[in-house]
């Protein structure tokens, strides 16, 4: 608790000192008297002209082609909640500075006055000239999935949805290579997913495309079932057609026994107890990443028998985090302007990841890559080329 309060005394106070984290800078260093005239009226015009005459110039001309909108309408911010737009500024922020120092990628906060999801769409689609790609952000689930879906069908540029894309790479990547260390296959273990928003809704399709064949999803009403009645949603009765094939029902404790791994996405702390662990399979595998605040502690989890744990906090040993991930997917997609998000294209990205932490590196503690590893941006540009995706 001191180290949290300590490390929340400080992040305010550089937030003060900074008085934001972002600023909108120059490329040209020292602006010449004779260059005012190229950069501004009246040479500008003729590079109008020519986009005009040649639309697709627009990527080799303005700065389209590198700047990211990360767009959030507050509702859904960390693990607190529905905070508003002004609150969610300085994670947006935070995104913004990660994305110019892992990917050199020039993303702007767009933190909108409206929770409605119509307006949204409308928002973004008027926005779309000046970006290269979308970055949708902690927006309340199912409205975010929707969103995206309406925005992917219209948008000639990628949609890249953080909680569902990043968070689904980053722990796909841990998986593999804690498989690895307890020495199980990924067709043939159990695994749980705690929360079926869109970070569960995004892991569990990944899983599925990644092999897995036994997957269990549980909400606040327990495990989901085709069939199921209660509390559910587009998103999610396409999640239970495609996992639980044994149809199983209960809560979130009798889904867990015998599991190998739990995944939680739940947004509540304190979500698993000891005796839950307890009941998991050998060696199990537990990667508690809602934030602030884990689904269990680590070391509660590690008392309780967990073979490896992780967390999506920086306080913790496995970091599973999306910020491994966005800056370097995006590079990846804005240089070879990638217009979709593909399944193939996040696999190839968990898998590059994965591969990052050689396997005379690989331990209990060290299941993914330090984020300023920069073999992670060679490794994914490398997955990327190789796939035949536009």
């Known amino acids: 608790m001191t180290e949290n309060y ?7 106070a550089l937030h003060e000192k900074l008085r934001g984290k972002i600023i909108v800078a120059s490329k040209i260093k020292r602006l010449k008297p004779s260059e005012i005239k190229l950069v501004y009226t009246p040479g500008v015009a003729a590079v109008c002209e020519e986009i005009y005459r040649h639309p697709e110039k627009k990527y080799t001309l303005t700065s389209k082609g590198n700047n990211v909108a990360i767009v959030t309408d507050g509702t859904r911010i960390l693990g607190l909640g529905d905070i508003g737009p002004y609150a969610a500024l300085p994670v947006m922020e935070g995104k913004a500075v990660l994305y110019q120092e892992f990917g050199g990628v020039s993303a702007f906060p767009i933190c909108l006055g409206t929770t409605k999801k119509d307006e949204i769409i409308a928002a973004v689609k008027a926005i779309e000239p000046a970006f290269g790609a979308i970055n949708l952000e902690d927006i309340e689930s199912p409205k975010v999935l929707e969103i995206s879906d309406a925005l ?12 569902r894309h990043g968070t689904s790479v980053v722990v796909l990547s841990a998986l593999i290579n804690s ?14 997913v705690a929360g079926a928003g869109s970070a569960g809704y995004g892991i569990c399709k990944l899983l599925v495309a990644a092999g897995c064949k036994n997957v269990l999803v549980t909400d606040s009403d327990g495990i989901l ?8 949603n587009k998103y999610k009765n396409e999640l239970a057609s495609i996992t639980n094939a044994k149809k199983e029902k209960g809560l979130l404790s009798d889904s867990l026994k015998n599991a190998d791994v739990f995944i939680g996405v739940s947004g509540k702390k304190d979500l698993v107890n000891s005796k839950m662990i307890k009941s998991m399979g050998k060696d ?11 689904e269990i502690r680590p070391d509660l989890a590690k008392a309780a028998g967990a073979k490896i744990v992780a967390t999506g906090s920086y306080l913790y040993h496995n970091k599973v985090n999306n910020a491994l991930v966005f800056p370097h997917i995006m590079r990846a997609i804005l240089d070879k302007k990638i217009s979709k998000i593909t399944p193939d294209l996040l696999l190839a990205t968990a898998r590059a990841i ?10 209990h503690e060290n299941i993914i890559p330090d984020m300023y590893d920069k073999k992670i941006q060679k490794n994914i540009a490398r997955a990327i080329s190789r796939l035949s995706i536009k």
């Open 179 to 192: 498989l690895k260390l307890v020495k199980k296959q990924l067709p043939e273990i159990r695994v749980v």
């Open 6 to 12: 300590n490390n929340s005394r400080k992040a305010i």
């Open 225 to 232: 079932y085709s069939g199921r009645e209660e509390n559910m």
């Open 354 to 363: 994965a591969k990052t932490v050689p396997d005379k590196r690989l331990d």
């Open 152 to 163: 992917e069908k219209s948008l000639s540029i990628p949609v890249f949805h953080d909680d």
């Open 284 to 294: 199990p595998i537990i990667f508690a990443l809602t934030n602030p605040d884990p």
